[in-house]
């Protein structure tokens, strides 16, 4: 252990094995009052296994590396750096982590970024990792760049009569994006191949918008969005006699594309109210509207955004992009009318309990949200309907969260699983085929300081000490689909919780169930007791791959941490 000065330290540490393996390590942290702190840690290993004088022989190399700074508000209000890396080898954890969360995660990324806030603009950039261990996958993105003008009304302020004019309301704003972005396996990421494939471009935006009244109760929102992409590169397609040649042709091209949409939306209340009973009142809150949405086709000639060539040798011509691998695409090649439809739900009721009095009534939420969707296409040669979303979620007692959702396709199926232009209700006499559903539920409870000021919980949950502490999460899934005649359905449930059985003792655990293997998932035991100055931690994982235990008995303070005493065994031991 070192102490470099007054803000910074450094620790090295180093594991060494009977078999050959060992690990590396060096941490430091760093700290400057109303300036910035943070830690950096880096882990080197070799896990040695079989016999050197045979062919089972194995060393396996892995590194990680954590680095978290952060910057103090008050350093400097107006400007911020941060820094969040996580990123090594993809087997790094697999093979030389104790802790099941670490192990459990196939997923990594970091992000160091910068940005600048000034009176109506804003400027930010970052450095991004992500990486997958699973198919060793690596994203990079190095850097990425925003600046963005705050939303203005240029025509405010000319209008010179005290009313107000419907173009006092236009909005405008600009907004610049430029990445620089690779996609590759960890094995190749530093290669000279690798590192001459980054995509790259410029994307620049102004959307133009405004609202106002309609008729008094009905709001008017038309938008108009206006795009430009910068690239520095193309692509040629051309056809060598026997297959399609693709070429990349270096120079600047600009892409750009529009659209237009206007939109409508009002309000429509409803009451009923009752004299007697529980529920005195409810009300229903629909909210309708309707937008429409207009795209022209940017692969006409006049646009150069397309080209043609000949596809096999047949004679046939396909069309295609010349942005086609850009890293903010290209315009598109459909013209889209569309008309969308939406209708919110919101359902609440009035009711009398114990302690409210006749004039003072509770206000419940029966359904949160629920809603109906779907789409028009005023252009498309058929099947212009687009699927029929439903969506909605309700609470339950204050403490079950319930979400669900169905999709329906309006248009029948033929004996071979296509779609035709035919709808299914004038067959079948219902709204649509019940192609996807989903439903989740989520319930939360804890123990409550005291019963009498948490009566209306206390009467479902009679038979549970709330003087004990304690809390449980329970998340079940559901997943349904039917795409044409097969259906799947998918189920899943996971839960974690701790107790606090005394003021020493408190106890954890994390386990789910596959409906599948029909069997518990990864399933984890903590139990900690408090000894004063020092602590005893037990971490039991009782069966599955990573099958272990850990016992530790060590001192509180962090700084003496290392005079401990372990037993344990790990998940390879067994």
């Known amino acids: 252990?070192?102490?470099?000065n007054n803000y910074i330290d450094l620790s090295i540490k180093g594991d060494i094995y009977t078999k050959g393996s060992w690990k590396l390590g060096a941490a430091s942290n760093?700290?400057?009052r109303y300036k910035y702190n943070g830690n950096f840690n880096i882990s080197y290993a070799s896990q040695k296994s079989g016999n050197k004088d045979l062919d089972n022989f194995i060393d396996i190399r892995d590194f990680f590396i954590n680095w978290?700074?952060?910057q103090d508000p008050k350093a400097n209000p107006n400007s911020r750096f941060s820094?969040?890396?996580?990123?090594?080898?993809?087997s790094y954890h697999q093979n030389n982590s104790f802790n099941s969360n670490d192990y459990l995660k196939n997923t990594y990324s970091s992000n160091i970024s910068y940005s600048k806030t000034w009176r109506r603009s804003n400027l930010s950039s970052s450095l991004r990792h992500s990486q997958n261990t699973l198919n060793k996958t690596v994203n990079l993105s190095l850097p990425e760049l925003n600046y963005s003008v705050n939303r203005f009304q240029p025509f405010k302020g000319l209008n010179k009569s005290s009313k107000s004019k419907w173009y006092d309301n236009i909005n405008l704003s600009y907004s610049v994006n430029s990445k620089n972005e690779i996609s590759t396996t960890d094995s190749l990421l530093f290669t000279r191949e690798s590192l001459q494939n980054f995509n790259n471009g410029l994307k620049h935006s102004i959307p133009v918008s405004a609202s106002f009244k309609a008729l008094k109760h009905v709001t008017v929102s038309p938008r108009f969005n206006y795009t430009e992409r910068w690239y520095f590169n193309h692509i040629n397609k051309s056809w060598n006699g026997e297959e399609v040649n693709t070429d990349t042709l270096h120079g600047f091209k600009r892409a750009y594309n529009y659209n237009f949409s206007a939109g409508l939306n009002t309000k429509v209340y409803g009451m009923i109210q009752m004299k007697k009973g529980l529920i005195r009142a409810i009300r229903h809150v629909a909210t309708p509207s309707i937008s429409f949405n207009y795209t022209p086709d940017f692969s006409h000639d006049r646009y150069e955004f397309y080209q043609e060539v000949q596809s096999d040798s047949l004679g046939n011509i396909q069309s295609y992009s010349i942005f086609q691998n850009g890293i903010?695409?290209?315009?598109?090649?459909?013209?889209v009318g569309n008309i969308s439809f939406n209708l919110a739900n919101l359902l609440e009721a009035k009711v009398k309990t114990k302690k409210d009095s006749l004039n003072k009534l509770k206000k419940i939420k029966i359904l949160e949200s629920f809603g109906?969707?779907?789409?028009?296409?005023i252009f498309g040669d058929s099947l212009n309907l687009s699927y029929i979303a439903l969506n909605g979620r309700t609470k339950l007692f204050n403490t079950l969260n319930i979400t669900f959702g169905a999709?329906?396709?309006?248009?029948?199926?033929?004996?071979?699983?296509?779609r035709v232009d035919q709808f299914y209700f004038s067959e079948n006499y219902k709204p649509g085929r019940l192609t996807a559903a989903n439903a989740t539920a989520s319930l939360s409870l804890r123990s409550l300081a005291n019963k009498e000021e948490n009566s209306d919980y206390s009467q479902y949950w009679d038979y549970i000490d709330f003087d004990i502490p304690w809390n449980i999460n329970v998340n079940y899934t559901f997943r349904y689909n039917k795409p044409i005649f097969e259906e799947n359905i998918t189920q899943s449930l996971g839960f974690n919780g701790n107790i606090k059985l005394t003021e020493k003792w408190k106890i954890g655990f994390r386990s789910g169930y596959d409906f599948i293997e029909k069997n518990l998932t990864h399933t984890s035991l903590d139990i900690y007791r408090d000894l004063h100055c020092w602590e005893m931690l037990f971490k039991w994982i009782p069966f599955g791959y990573h099958q272990s235990y850990n016992f530790t008995i060590r001192v509180k303070a962090s700084t003496l941490q290392d005079l401990k005493w372990e037993k344990k065994k790990d998940w390879y031991d067994y």
Do not use: C, E
Request: net charge positive; glycine share 12%; charged share 15%.
């Open 1 to 4: 252990y070192f102490a470099i």
């Open 30 to 32: 760093y700290k400057k």
């Open 68 to 70: 978290k700074h952060n």
């Open 83 to 90: 820094a969040n890396v996580n990123a090594g080898s993809s």
């Open 328 to 335: 903010y695409g290209g315009p598109g090649s459909r013209k």
């Open 372 to 377: 109906v969707s779907t789409t028009y296409n």
């Open 407 to 418: 999709i329906y396709d309006p248009y029948s199926l033929n004996k071979n699983g296509q």
